[in-house]
C-alpha cells in the first residue's frame, strides 16, 4: 500500500510538473529500465551459477542469503499474505 500511495503521489506531481504526454512517455522508460535490469539481473545469476546442476542455486546462496531481510521483517508482509490461507 505504501508503494502504490508513493507512485500515485509521484504521478500526481508529475502531471503537474511535465503534463500528462510527458508523464506517460516517462513511466514507459521507468518500466523499460526496471524490466531490463530485472532481466539483466537474473542472467547475471545465471552467468554466475554456470556448471551448478541447478541455476536456482544462485538465488538460494550464502552470498546472496546474508544480504536478504530477516524472515521477520516488514518487506517479507506482502507475499507472507499473498500464500497464507485465510
Known amino acids: 500500500m505504501v508503494a502504490v500511495a508513493v507512485a500515485i503521489m509521484l504521478t500526481v506531481g508529475l502531471f503537474r510538473t511535465i503534463g500528462p504526454k510527458h508523464t506517460r512517455l516517462c513511466a514507459q ?4 529500465v526496471i524490466g531490463a535490469s530485472f532481466a539483466i539481473g537474473l542472467q ?15 538465488l538460494q546462496s550464502e552470498a546472496l542469503t546474508r544480504y536478504a531481510p530477516d524472515s521477520a521483517s516488514i518487506l517479507w508482509w ?9
Open 29 to 32: 522508460i521507468v518500466a523499460a
Open 44 to 58: 547475471f545469476g545465471a552467468i554466475l551459477s554456470y556448471g551448478t546442476p541447478s541455476r536456482i542455486v544462485f
Open 78 to 86: 506482502p507475499s507472507s499474505q499473498a500464500f497464507s490461507s485465510s
